[in-house]
Nanobody
């Protein structure tokens, strides 16, 4: 079994920055693609950014140029650096990881971390 634990959310003023982290833990696993999603009140969960094991990245248009996703494979950790935050970035942010365990690939989710941007 694999667990994803997120941290780094909080309250920030518009124009500010936050850095989210998500660490995967467990035994005998290999983390493949990792992604950040977010869900605002009354809205569907949406993809924010993704990163492959060899660090190829993709971003939602709404965060391009403001957010940066990165990872540390030795620590099985993915990061999301969020700059120039605005009220539309307020949401619960979820980490997702595709994890290979003995040739079987499964998708795991973190518990979510709240990001609130005040104007």
């Amino acid at each position: 079994q694999v667990q994803l634990v997120e941290s780094g959310g909080g309250l920030v003023q518009a124009g500010g920055s936050l850095r989210l982290s998500c660490a995967a833990s467990g035994t005998s696993f290999s983390v493949r693609t990792m992604r950040w999603f977010r869900q605002a009140p009354g809205k569907q969960r949406e993809l924010v950014a993704g990163i492959t094991r060899d660090s190829s990245t993709n971003y939602a248009d709404s965060v391009k140029g403001r957010f940066t996703i990165s990872r540390d494979n030795a620590k099985n950790t993915v990061y999301l650096q969020m700059n120039s935050l605005n009220s539309e970035d307020t949401a619960v942010y979820y980490c997702q990881a595709n994890v290979e365990i003995r040739t079987v690939t499964k998708t795991y989710w973190g518990q979510g971390t709240q990001v609130t941007v005040s104007s």
